[in-house]
Each structure stands twice: as structure tokens, then as C-alpha cells.
């Protein structure tokens, strides 16, 4: 019996776990995740400083005009006190000097006779960086199962870390099988195809941030396939493609269950992408996929995207939407859950104006998707609808529905 996607998500994510840690350098932390809390151990500003290029002021001094006793640049390490009736020079960065109550700009202050004339109001505390304003020493920088982007990395320096703990990045195997199929650097006779699906799982995968091993092309025989997944089975994740369907004259479901393949579900109530099959060997995962190339790179977006997800340790780990308008009505037929490739132009969504489950144009003219639930059979033009990304990850930290319905009547 085929299950709904919300119980194939359910499924995924039960067995989906964060894989072990390592200990990297931040240089080669982009783009992982973190497998522990990063607590700042460093007050930023570490000391109060100047924000400006100006003087060192009382507030009593507003309107007066005083000599300079000094200058200060940034980096000095002489701790500097202030005294009555004179200012002094100091640089943007430089540690401020005892009993300072603001810093006036260059550009506020009017020079003559090697004095400096103040503006008649200053602000306490204007133009100084307080220390611990940004970041006090003890603050919780980053939780765990945090992605690490750019700005994370500068965050990671600014406390004067060299290494951090993150989760592995997953291992992915793919392989290829039937006679039919040819890898795009083989020749092809007349009655073969280049086989798409691979590359594709390959490229996604690699995407998403996976380590990803080609084990080559199996022979249709249930021993070269049997091989092909005795040598994947180091992996975390193995993903195939073809052979699911009823009726198929192929090896590959009988040569994973010969070799213990615990299988979780074999079908989901979804078109394109009914035959998607999802169990484990041992502790590796396995997702069998349709043979028809959009099926199956739009079932990937949502089985395998959340598969590599949940085993990546990340907290916002679970596929989200974004909400927007439909360009121009749609008509489909309703009964099933369906998937409706498209373009998302940041404002609003166009289907895609064909597309079969065995082509591949569709999806390089695509950069999302919609799920329409099977009581939909029409849309509007500029009906709210939800869609999924696919040429990025779009994630949250709690599980929300996938679906569009009719959201005007919610």
C-alpha cells in the first residue's frame, strides 16, 4: 500500500540520524555543520574604542577651544588618562583614554592657532564603541547543527578560533544498472539512452554538500548488481534509480532484499514518483527512485534532499515552502498528489507549460516546484500557492506542510 508523503517524510527522518563528528579548520569549514555550541570567549570590542577619526572629550568641554595634548592610534598599548581643559587626538579603533565621555569627529570641529574649537552640544558616549556591546564574553555565538556560511567563518575568527567540531559530511553511492543505459562518456547504439539520472543525483548531491562515489554501471544481472551494492554499503546513503516499478524485468529490488535490505516503504501516493522505494541495509539508507528522469529528479528533491538533510546533523533540517502567487491559471487532474515543476521570478510562480514524467527540458528550465494536494484541480491566476526550491535548500527547524491547496479558501 502506498503511503502518504507525509508518512514517507516521517520515515526518513526516524531513520535519518547526524553522522559522527570531526575536528576541522575554519578555513575548511564552509558549509558544514556544527557538532557543538561555539560560546564567545572574547568581549567584542574587547575594550571601549572609537568609532570616529576625531577628539577625546568631556561633556563639559562642548563650545570650548582647547590645545591637543597627544594623539592615539589604534594598537597603542600606553593607557592614556584624560586631563581638564585640553582634548586629544584619536584614531577610529584606538582604546579610548580614561574618563573620555565622547569622541567629536574631525569634521565637527574648526581649527586655529593649533587649537581645536568644539561644536556647542555633545552627546555622552557618542562615537564610542563600548566594550562587549556586540558579543559579552559567555554568549551563546552559534548552536549546534548550525550550517556555517561566510559570515559564520568571521564570527568563528573573531574569537580567535583555529578549529571546530562539525558533523561528517555524508557519504552518497550511486550506480547505474541496465543494459538500456549508457553513461554519457560511452557510446550509445541505436536502441540505447544516455543515462541522465545519475549524473544528475551526482550533481544534487554534491549541491547539498555530500561526498559522492560512482561505483560504476551494473550488468542486468541480479550478481553484477548484488556487487555494485556490496561495494556502496560503506556509504550513508545509496541512491539508484529504475527497476521499482510492477512488472519491471529487473534484478535490482531482488538483489538489495537478498542482501537484508529492510525496506520502509516501496510506494508513495505522489505522480510522477508512485514506485519511490526507501529502506536501509545495516546502517546505510537507500532510496530507489523512478527510471523517467523528471520523476525522478523531482522525487530526489524530496526524499533524497530530506534524507541528506536529517543524516547531516543540521537543526533546520526539514524541507520548507515559500509562499507566493501563481502567474497564470493552471488546470491539472485531481485524485493524486501531484508534482508541477516551474519558475520562481522572486515574485511570482509559472508552471511549466510541458512536462511528461520521462522528460528532462522541463527541469533545466526549472528552478522549483509544487505539490498540489489531489482535491485541487485548478488555479487561479495569482492564487497563493507553495513552492520548493530546487537550485537551493530552503529548510526549517520544525516540520511544516508541503503542500499547496486551495489557500485562498483557507
Known sequence: MAVSVEEALALIYTQGNPLGSEIIPIENALGRVLAQEIIAKHSLPPFDNSAMDGYAVFLSDAGKTLPQSCTIFAGDKEDIRMVEDQCIRIMTGAKIPSRCEAIVPIEEVTYQNEKV????????????????????????????????????????????????????????????????????????????????????????????????????????????????????????????????SVGDADYTKEAFRTLGMETLFESVDIKPGKPTTFGKIGTTLILNLPGNPLAAALCFELFGQSTILALSGQRDKYLSTITTKISTSFKMK??????????????????????????????????????????????????????IPTRWCMSSDEQKSLITSDLNTL
Request: hydrophobic share 40%; net charge negative.
Open 117 to 244: 574649537t568644539l561644536p556647542s552640544f555633545i552627546k555622552a558616549t557618542q562615537h564610542i564603541r563600548l566594550k562587549g556591546e556586540d558579543i559579552q564574553s559567555g554568549d551563546l555565538l552559534l548552536a549546534e547543527g548550525t550550517k556555517l556560511y561566510a559570515h559564520h567563518i568571521t564570527l568563528l575568527a573573531s574569537q580567535g578560533r583555529t578549529h571546530v567540531h562539525t558533523f561528517r559530511i555524508p557519504k552518497v553511492a550511486l550506480f547505474a544498472s541496465g543494459n538500456e543505459l549508457k553513461m554519457h562518456f560511452e557510446s550509445i547504439g541505436t536502441h540505447q539512452l544516455y543515462n541522465t539520472n545519475t549524473p544528475t543525483f551526482a550533481a544534487r548531491a554534491q549541491e547539498l554538500g555530500c561526498d559522492v562515489i560512482f561505483t560504476g554501471t551494473a550488468e542486468d544481472t541480479l550478481e553484477s548488481i548484488q556487487n555494485h551494492i556490496r561495494s556502496a554499503l560503506d556509504a550513508d546513503f545509496i541512491i539508484t534509480s529504475g527497476g521499482v
Open 334 to 387: 485531481k485524485g493524486k498528489r501531484s508534482l508541477i515543476p516551474g519558475w520562481f521570478d522572486g515574485e511570482k510562480f509559472t508552471p511549466s507549460e510541458k512536462f511528461g514524467p520521462g522528460m528532462i527540458l522541463p527541469l533545466s528550465r526549472a528552478n522549483a516546484f509544487m505539490m498540489v494536494d489531489a482535491s485541487v484541480e485548478e488555479f487561479e491566476e495569482s492564487a497563493e500557492v507553495k513552492i
